[in-house]
């Protein structure tokens, strides 16, 4: 058998002719990005873009430094250091043709946990141009209901205190912008790639927040130089899973501890709004716009909602990926119930955009059979996730007298779901959530009282004070409280 190679800068030769590898000068590579939060999706989407970029025209001042900020990001630092930052890009199509990439455009990795000071001197340097952010729905520190920053999180109270010692985002972005500021170096972007409607304008409207509690005049400077581009990001990126692993070692005898594993389709649409330059990223195909709002929420509340509609449902049904959910046609004709009389509705039409088309295409991409991606990963912080993709859809359809039924049932079972932590079957689910203690004590407050769950205002806002909603999520409840199959119920509706 071959012996197997680690995958570094050094081996990289070794690996040409077999895999598509960088062909544009690493070494040269300059740090103009600086991006906070490198998981899945950052490797498949932005630094994707970067490395075609880089492909196309060396574009070597666009090099991508990634920052983890949480004990939870050492991990893939310490691989991606030992690989040089170097990891395989699995793209996996439904006919099961897979498109490998050796993907080069990160070039360094720092902890903020480890040396907040090189993070902020990194971010501070003239070399850095934007500061990306995927730190996901949960990290931007706003209330969910009211919008409001969270002044309570011990972490800000402390940066707060003490801005020299930085932990959060928020920390992190003030004490850089502040040392550019006195070094006399022209601001950087924030360019959120978050899953949010309106990101630019929420990391805009959180950071000041912050630096007018911390400094008033570097918040005017803040306000006056940096840009916040709104956008649009989307790619399916499924957890990484030990079968891609064994598959790059069996296939090509190479070990790389993390690739990444994503879909064929790609979208990125940004607003033309940067501080201080940016990459002509749209020679790879990406869109700027003037306004991206339009296609933030039609992205949030037909894509994102679709999946947790599915996620949900599939995962107190007992189904394990969003393509088994696909494969079972009440899911399929529930989804598109759900986009249509629903999510449709509320959405502004966009120019030039078919929404039929773009629906069947979410329905073909959920449906690829080789994402496999988890119900586990879709429910995963759902606290975080409902009320931005979901809930705004509901509220919206109750002012205009329009269809709730699909979306409630969807808050039923998710109060099942929090409540029970098996599904229908008596399988153990596997949760994720920040905030699963009080979805659960308030879940199980459910049988003495009906509206319990839905009474938690950050999250529902004032749903629970409806008497439309609250009569239709009281018989669903009551259904699957029953012993009711979900299945059944959804099958009720169609
Ligand atoms: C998913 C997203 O977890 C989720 O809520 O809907 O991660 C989704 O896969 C991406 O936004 C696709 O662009």
């Known amino acids: ?30 740090t103009g990005m600086v991006h906070i939060g490198v998981g899945g999706f950052h490797r498949a989407h932005q630094a994707y873009y970067t490395h075609l970029l880089q492909e196309k025209d060396g574009a070597s001042e666009w090099g991508i430094c990634g920052i983890g900020l949480r004990e939870g990001d050492r991990k893939m630092h310490d691989i991606l ?19 490998l990439r050796i993907i080069g455009s990160i070039t360094d990795f720092l902890l903020g946990v480890d040396d907040a000071q090189a993070v902020v001197n990194r971010m501070a340097d003239a070399a850095t141009k934007i500061v990306s952010l995927t730190i996901t729905e949960g990290g931007y520190n706003f209330n969910p209901s009211t919008g409001a920053f969270d002044f309570e999180n011990p972490d800000i109270q402390h940066e707060l205190k003490h801005p020299d010692d930085p932990r959060t985002v928020y920390g992190f972005l003030t004490a850089a912008l502040k040392k550019r500021r006195d070094d006399g170096i022209p601001a950087f972007t924030v360019m959120s790639c978050d ?12 950071l000041l927040a912050f630096a007018m509690e911390q400094d008033k005049s570097l ?5 006056e130089e940096v840009c916040f581009p709104n956008s649009m990001v989307d790619r399916i990126t ?5 079968s891609d692993i064994a598959y790059l070692r069996d296939t090509y005898a190479m070990e790389d501890e ?27 195909g ?16 037909l894509l994102n909602a679709g999946h947790s509609v599915l996620g949900i449902l599939g995962a107190i049904h007992g189904h394990p990926t969003i393509n088994a959910c696909m494969e079972d046609a009440t899911f399929v004709t529930f989804l598109r119930a759900f986009m249509d009389k629903e999510a449709s509705p509320v959405l502004n039409v966009l120019e030039g955009i078919d929404l039929n088309s773009y629906k069947n295409s979410l329905e073909e991409r959920f449906a690829n059979p080789n994402i496999k991606d988890s119900v586990c990963r879709i429910c995963s912080e759902s606290s975080a996730k409902l009320p931005k993709f979901l809930i705004p859809t509901i509220q919206e359809n109750l002012s205009d007298e329009g269809s709730i039924q699909y979306g409630t049932l969807v808050i039923a079972a998710w109060c099942y779901y929090s409540d029970k932590e098996v599904d229908q079957n008596g ?26 769950f839905v009474k938690q205002e950050t999250l529902f806002g004032a749903l629970a004070e409806n008497e439309r909603f609250t009569a239709t999520y009281n018989t669903m409840l009551q259904a699957l409280y029953a012993g009711n199959q979900v299945k059944k119920l959804m099958q009720g509706l169609l």
């Open 1 to 30: 058998m071959e012996p197997v190679v680690p995958l570094n800068e050094q081996n990289i030769e070794h690996f040409k002719d077999r895999l598509s590898t960088p062909t544009y000068s690493r070494e040269q590579s300059k």
């Open 81 to 99: 250091k030992k690989q040089d930052c170097l990891y395989t890009l699995i793209e996996k199509h439904p006919d099961g043709k897979i498109a």
């Open 195 to 206: 899953n949010i409607e309106h990101n630019g304008d929420i990391a805009r409207k959180m």
């Open 219 to 223: 918040a005017s400077w803040i306000e």
């Open 238 to 242: 499924p957890v990484t899973t030990p």
């Open 258 to 284: 993390w690739p990444v594993t994503c879909e064929p389709f790609i979208q990125w649409v940004i607003e033309d709004d940067f501080s201080n330059g940016r990459p002509e990223f749209e020679k790879v």
């Open 286 to 301: 990406v869109q700027f716009v003037p306004d991206v709002k339009p296609y933030e929420k039609m992205k949030l509340r």
């Open 427 to 452: 399988q153990p689910l596997e949760i994720i959530d920040v905030m699963q203690g009080e979805l659960h004590e308030a879940a199980r407050e459910t049988e003495n009282n009906r509206l319990a």
